[in-house]
């Protein structure tokens, strides 16, 4: 399998469960995946922490003690050490190493996966447990190399830490990542420039520490937790939501949205009416109270209609959430730079060139986003049956059965891949059921005595469809984001993602279990 975060993880502790011979492969020099590289100030989850965590494991469940509401990158990191040390997961992963193509030979119908250090492992099955948001997006700044001062990406960010005190810096980028680095690069930089081209909605956290006790109270509730997740539309628990936001009247609204905002939280705000995501005149009432809220927070007027998204519905675009992330432009050291009327042209020695303006500082910090879903899995050379090329395959947008294996592609599976509901929610929920079904189609297979599987092309083309047609009334069809590759130029427009719910996924998933893979082709 290629990756050992999240996915890989649980992939191998499952695969050597049911008895196969496991390897894994991951570039990084120990697990962790996302949270082994992205380490930047502020990185933390966006789901709670008791939630955004294994359930395989009663053992884990039991002894992992969390100590925020949001996990920060350090603890996440050191919980999956603690499981990697654990079920001695360690051992079955080769780190520093690449992949560089994954070749089916038809002959042996085995996989050939070769590394970038020229070794080539035969396999079976294959598994991508590869990331949805782990392939930097390449931004071409004219003249990035003649910069004299430090370039920063945050997904691959230092791990001794950068020391900002006293430097000038600047933040290319505010989506999620710039949202949660931004308030503490301030605290610390002596001066901040932040050069915004698209303002994006944001929501307070409320992260905050678990109270003493609190992690046993919460441990209790394990088993409905983990229940209602498996059935909730973003893979966690979900507060009820009161209907259409059409429906009540301007003071209750406002009622139901303050209680969301005060709580804190991305899913439970955009859940607070069932209609947020979809209908743009409920989506109207987000926009309206969520303006008011940067108006308040940020004292300059001007300022504060610059960080009002003005083009693009609530949510349509992955909802940042928060701490300070408004109130950090009233300090004096911190200034919002629109690079939508002024485009970046080009860095120089000392900075950069807008179309307007030059500036000039000591360090550049990238939060420029990824190649989401399909760039990670697109990135070694993927070659199907008779040499067809998963690139090829793709060139029009990722064609899937249940985001989990294409056809002419045998034995090979992608974890929370384009097609599924992968990261619109809680990524460990839909990890654990997409390695639950692996599982389940190998054992499946094995017990046949049929030990190639594949999507059938029908099966296939139907499933794209039905991806295509959910994602159409959705709001976030209608804007440019990762999730619709539209962050990326040359990248086909297509909504990536499964957006009927994690709970109705799950459904579909166990019918095509308990018919016995209809949509899966098996042979000897
Ligand atoms: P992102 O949401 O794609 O944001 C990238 C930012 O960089 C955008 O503001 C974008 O502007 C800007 N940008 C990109 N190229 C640029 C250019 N050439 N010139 C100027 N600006 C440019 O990426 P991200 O913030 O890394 O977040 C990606 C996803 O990772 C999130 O949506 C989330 O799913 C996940 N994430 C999760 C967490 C969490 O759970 N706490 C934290 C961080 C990230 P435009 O919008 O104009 O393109």
Redesign the pocket.
């Known amino acids: 399998m290629v990756g050992a975060g999240f996915g890989g993880l649980c992939a191998i502790y499952r695969m050597r469960e049911l008895g196969f011979s496991v390897r894994a492969i991951d570039r990084a020099s120990d697990v962790g995946g996302t949270w082994f590289w992205?380490r930047y100030p502020g990185?933390?989850?966006?789901?709670e922490s008791i939630d955004y965590s294994f359930s395989f494991s009663e053992e884990v469940q039991q002894e992992w003690n969390w100590t925020e509401r949001y996990a920060g990158q350090p603890e996440i990191l050191r919980y999956l050490q603690f499981v990697a040390d654990k079920f001695e997961l360690r051992r079955h992963v080769q780190f520093n190493t690449v992949v560089d193509s994954i070749i089916f030979d038809d002959s042996s119908q085995l996989w050939r996966v070769s590394t970038q250090s020229g070794e080539t492992i035969v396999s079976r099955y294959v598994i991508m447990a590869s990331g949805v948001?782990s392939l930097p997006?390449k931004?071409a700044?004219p003249g990035l190399e003649s910069f004299q001062g430090e370039v920063l990406h945050?997904?691959s960010w230092p791990a001794e830490g950068v020391d900002f005190s006293g430097k000038r810096v600047a933040v290319?980028?505010?989506?999620?990542?710039?949202?949660?680095s931004i308030p503490l690069i301030a605290k610390e930089a002596e001066q901040l420039l932040v050069?915004?081209?698209?303002a994006?909605w944001s929501v307070p956290a409320g992260n905050r520490p678990l109270r003493p006790g609190e992690m046993d109270e919460l441990r209790s509730t394990y088993p409905e937790r983990r229940e209602a997740s498996r059935n909730a539309l973003a893979g966690m628990p979900e507060q009820t939501s009161m209907g259409s936001a059409l429906d009540h009247t301007d003071e209750d609204r406002r009622r139901f949205y303050e209680a969301a905002w005060a709580d804190g939280g991305g899913p439970r705000f955009l859940r607070t009416f069932n209609d947020i995501s979809r209908n743009p005149a409920a989506n109207d009432t987000a926009v309206a109270f969520v303006s008011e809220k940067i108006a308040l927070a940020v004292h300059d007027p001007a300022v504060a209609a610059l960080l009002t998204p003005n083009d693009h519905p609530f949510g349509a675009?992955?909802l940042c959430?928060d701490t300070d992330y408004f109130a950090t432009y009233n300090r004096p050291n911190v200034r919002l730079i629109n690079?939508?009327e002024a485009?970046?042209q080009e860095f120089t020695p000392s900075g950069l060139r807008t179309a307007d303006a030059e500036y000039e500082f000591d360090m550049v910090v990238l939060?420029?986003?990824?190649d989401?879903l399909t760039g990670p899995l697109l990135a070694p050379n993927i070659q199907g049956r008779h040499g067809q090329s998963l690139r090829e395959k793709w060139a029009q947008g990722p064609v899937t059965f249940l985001g989990l294996m294409v056809h002419g592609f045998p034995n090979l599976f992608t974890v929370v891949g384009p097609g599924s509901p992968s990261?619109l929610g809680n990524t460990v929920n839909s990890i654990e059921q997409h390695i639950g079904v692996i599982g389940t189609a190998l054992e499946f297979a094995r017990q046949k005595g049929t030990p190639v599987i594949e999507a059938s092309a029908k099966a296939e083309s139907e499933w794209t469809k039905r991806v295509a047609e959910l994602a159409a009334p959705m709001l976030l069809s209608t804007t440019?984001?990762?999730y619709n590759g539209g962050?990326i130029d040359g990248k086909p427009n297509v909504v990536l993602l499964f957006t009927g719910g994690m709970g109705l996924y799950r459904t579909i998933c166990n019918e095509e279990i308990a018919a016995g893979f209809p949509g899966f082709e098996l042979s000897a």
């Open positions: 992205n990185a933390r989850c966006d789901t948001l997006k931004d700044f945050t997904s290319i980028g505010t989506g999620s990542t710039g949202v949660q050069f915004q081209r698209t994006n675009r992955r959430v690079v939508r485009p970046i939060a420029t986003g990824f989401a990261a440019r984001s990762w962050n």
